[in-house]
């Protein structure tokens, strides 16, 4: 508590005091839309007649909002995520939304009037930030090629050291270039040529050209269950490659063709960052998000009542297979009701059937109910037992012969 005196103490006595003079000068330096107190080198940020800076000011706003919910929601339901394929494809979308937060923070740095420190934090993290995006972009499609063709991924933490790896080749060409023209040479870290500037970024080019190799590859994978992410993920390779052609050739030749290199230069490099973050939003974190987060399909049980479906299916499903080894024997044993002496037993019990039903007090008989389940003797038991003279006399058949067959 015995700092806040000796605060309030400093802070009165480099106070100066300001003239009314002074004082409306500033008030009418400020643009339109800054309020009070708001001087250089932050008036672009609410500066409405410099309209680019505030609208890439909310632009980046809103992306680094999404992307912070997003990396609340994947942290929140890493646990129901139940499929090692799937949570090995968390940790890469995680390190890709820290850095698009990275691509949305940066833009704000281009807002700010430049000077020496701020200068130095955009030549090192420019590339650092994008070849960050990119290598998680390229270990995503070295993913989805394993799943493709073997059905099996590397592990989360194995595909997020290697992004991590490949992004840290960028930091040491940045860290490379900064010491030799800044400490060497003694130049100014803001005099800088616009193509030195470009061919420092050429490790992430060539890894947004890998990304959009691995991609291509995936694609042709024989599993269906990835061509989904694949699809999306050479969607995003193929409009970042087109981003880039087109904001380092007005970076390079397009504002020296206008007249408007000097001017230009800070709104083309934040423009990018801008829509470079929400490319890789869009098409690439949201899509691959979902797909994780998706829960499986349940199995179900095929329907053999539903005539709708495949024919094919219900053809090669063998019945035979199905019946166990004792009731297959038993069926086989079922079979010979149709031999000669069963056929003589039929005979002579129809025979029989339709005595008694003359006689007018016997049962009626049952030949058909013989004739499909039991066409053995037990045919003349419920037709009312034994068979009578006339029947025989009118059937003739031999005397049945019992096998060890018939007697089961």
Not at 76 to 85: A, D, K, N, Q, T
Not at 331 to 346: H, K, M, P, R
Request: proline share 5%; aromatic share 8%; with cysteine.
């Amino acid at each position: 508590m015995a700092i806040l005196p000796v605060l309030l103490l400093l802070t009165l006595s480099m106070a100066r005091p300001v003239s009314s003079q002074e004082w409306m000068d500033q008030v009418q330096a400020t643009p339109r839309g800054c309020g009070w107190g708001i001087v250089r080198p932050y008036t672009l940020l609410c500066d409405l007649d410099s309209i680019w800076g505030v609208a890439v000011e909310s632009v980046a706003a809103g992306g680094a909002l999404t992307s912070i919910l997003l990396v609340l929601v994947l942290l929140c339901r890493l646990r129901h995520i139940s499929e090692g394929e799937k949570r090995s494809g968390v940790g890469p979308i995680l390190l890709l939304l820290l850095g698009i937060i990275g691509l949305f923070g940066l833009s704000f740095a281009y807002l700010i009037e430049q000077d020496e420190s701020l200068c130095l934090l955009r030549r090192a993290l420019w590339g650092l930030l994008f070849a960050l995006c990119f290598s998680c972009l390229l270990v995503q499609g070295v993913r989805l090629r394993r799943l493709g063709r073997e059905r099996r991924s590397p592990s989360g933490c194995t595909l997020t050291g290697l992004a991590l790896g490949l992004s840290a080749v960028q930091g040491i060409i940045a860290a490379e270039w900064l010491l030799l023209t800044v400490l060497r040479e003694g130049q100014a870290a803001c005099q800088y040529l616009p193509l030195d500037f470009s061919l420092a970024c050429s490790y992430v080019l060539a890894l947004l050209l890998a990304a959009l190799s691995a991609a291509s590859l995936a694609l042709c994978g024989k599993t269906q269950q990835w061509r989904c992410n694949a699809v999306w993920l050479l969607l995003t390779c193929v409009l970042s490659l087109l981003l880039w052609v087109a904001w380092v050739g007005l970076y390079l030749y397009g504002n020296d063709w206008l007249g408007r290199s000097p001017e230009w230069n800070d709104p083309t490099l934040a423009i990018a960052l801008v829509s470079q973050g929400w490319l890789l939003l869009i098409f690439h974190a949201i899509p691959e998000s979902h797909l994780c987060l998706r829960p499986p399909p349940q199995p179900t049980a095929p329907d053999y009542f539903d005539t709708s479906q495949n024919s094919t299916r219900m053809r090669e499903t063998s019945f035979d297979d199905e019946i166990p080894l004792s009731h297959r024997q038993f069926v086989e044993n079922q079979g010979y009701g149709y031999t000669d002496e069963n056929a003589a037993g039929l005979r002579s019990g129809s025979s029989a059937g339709q005595h008694n039903s003359s006689g007018g007090g016997a049962r009626p008989s049952a030949p058909f109910r013989s004739n499909v389940y039991q066409p053995t003797e037990m045919t003349m038991i419920l037709n009312g037992g034994a068979v009578s003279t006339a029947s025989q006399s009118q059937v003739p058949s031999a005397p049945p012969t019992y096998t060890g067959r018939q007697l089961w």
